[in-house]
């Protein structure tokens, strides 16, 4: 892929599915991401490359979240750290970014809540959804 020239790779959550063989994303383990995340920018060395942080690693307390994406940058050599966030989550992002840490927020649909949601779904189809999202 980045012979292709992409600029931005997302080492994410769904290994846990292609990879591992999981049914879902909230099975990722931190440490099999942190070394995957590490293995795609060793090969990849000038693209930007962000980790997912995945189910429970940033959703406990600041403390912790601000450690296990410090492990993406440290250990894992990620340029960014993608979170799924709404509203709720806000500071806890701010912590992480405010820690000194690239942080990418992603919106909208949540992987990782599908089996709460029944699935994966959609989010922000029209303007006034992803209004919705935004705000």
Not at 35 to 51: N, W
Not at 64 to 82: C, L, P, Q
Not at 100 to 107: F, P, Q, R, Y
Not at 117 to 135: E, F, L, M, P, Q
Request: hydrophobic fraction near 45%; include cysteine.
């Amino acid at each position: 892929m980045a012979e292709a020239g992409l600029p931005t790779m997302l080492v994410g959550g769904t290994a846990a599915e292609m990879i591992l063989g999981y049914d879902s994303t909230i099975h990722a383990p931190l440490d099999f991401l942190i070394t995957l995340t590490a293995g795609v920018k060793r090969g990849a060395p000038h693209v930007f490359v962000m980790g997912d942080m995945p189910f429970l690693s940033y959703q406990v307390d600041e403390a912790s979240a601000i450690s296990n994406a410090g492990r993406f940058m440290t250990e894992g050599n990620a340029d960014a750290v993608k979170l799924e966030v709404d509203g709720n989550w806000v500071d806890r992002f701010a912590a992480i970014c405010n820690a000194g840490i690239a942080a990418v927020a992603h919106l909208g649909s949540k992987p990782q809540q599908a089996k709460q949601t029944g699935g994966y779904t959609t989010a922000g189809r029209s303007a006034d959804a992803a209004h919705t999202i935004i705000k």
